[in-house]
């Protein structure tokens, strides 16, 4: 079973940015999709963004689309999460997880096992 931790959260004022990381412990991590996801208080997880096992291809939510990058590391078993702009109404848990193999997933059904999450708090 794949492990991920995400790290890389914390506080920071509006217009900031962040890099979250994911490591993961899977050896098949080169040939999964992986993805980043956000959940705040009271609300439903909200799937973020998505990459291909090669990197090429990405998808993007429209609520972060050009504030926002995903990338991975297949060297290190990492996945990123540049996050530019950031807004009072990022402020949630973000996690990561495995998508499908071998191709791009564009909804969070695709995705599983959700790791535990960093907190990422931006203040106005």
């Known amino acids: 079973q794949v492990q991920l931790v995400e790290s890389g959260g914390g506080l920071v004022q509006a217009g900031d940015s962040l890099r979250l990381s994911c490591a993961a412990s899977e050896r098949t991590f080169s040939r999964s999709a992986m993805g980043w996801s956000r959940q705040a208080p009271g609300k439903e997880r909200e799937f973020l963004a998505g990459?291909?096992?090669?990197?090429?291809?990405?998808y993007y939510a429209d609520s972060v689309k050009g504030r926002f990058t995903i990338s991975r590391d297949n060297a290190k078993n990492t996945l990123y999460l540049q996050m530019n702009s950031l807004k009072p109404e990022d402020t949630a848990v973000y996690s990561c997880?495995?998508?499908?193999?071998?191709?791009?997933?564009?909804?969070?059904?695709?995705?599983?096992?959700w790791g535990q999450g960093t907190q990422v708090t931006v203040s106005s």
């Open positions: 990459i291909s096992p090669s990197g090429v291809a990405t």
């Open positions: 997880a495995a998508g499908p193999m071998y191709r791009l997933g564009y909804t969070i059904s695709e995705y599983s096992r």
